[in-house]
């Protein structure tokens, strides 16, 4: 089942010198319930996000009883995990590379509805983050095969070999597409895990406040 985490809270310990004390504590409880969902947010806060307030209450309980029970921990109050999006297709960007030889445009739209629900729900792959792993260099792959295999979407423009990501986290419901004809994209693999890299900050971390991104189709 997906673990659709709402309500979060933000905790750091009333003593800054047992942070690492709080950080592994935070990783067992993450490994005892790997649904927890643990993120450090652009202002350095560890925030841990959970689907109701009552699930969130316990596992607060587990870390302050259990996992860093010498420890006293400052929260703050609950509050609702927001997601940023856009409405409608976005004009054109323009980026050039550092050495000016690669002009890249993007554009931004929305995804429909039903692929996102889709990538939320169909339980996609989970990155390892072991580079060993033979499931995280199919990952993206298997992924887009998933997708594919429902055909959600008519027309020509979502395909297997269009896709460079889904983010943020490799599995969120944003998609980041190359649109260029093999003409114009000769040089794009040269730069590809840049963008990539960008993609993945740029949809977990939002323009508007921080929060991810859903829903969002960024094309090349």
Known sequence: MKNNSVIQI???PENISE???LINGLKELIKSDPLIDF???SYGQYII???TE????????NLTQHFCKNIKIKTSKPFVKY?????EKCESCLALTPNRHNKLYFEAEPLNEEII?????NNFIEPTNDLNDKKDNNLLKENCKRLMELHLESNNDLNKNSIWSFGPKEKGPNILVNMCNKSNGDYLNEIKDYVISAFQQTSLEGALCSEEMRGIRFII
């Open 54 to 61: 009552l699930r969130l209450e316990i596992c607060l309980q």
């Open 83 to 87: 997601m940023e999006t856009v409405s």
């Open 19 to 21: 942070l690492p004390k």
């Open 10 to 12: 933000a905790l750091e």
């Open 117 to 121: 629900k889709l990538i939320e729900n």
């Open 39 to 41: 993120t450090i947010n």
């Open 49 to 51: 996000a959970t689907e």
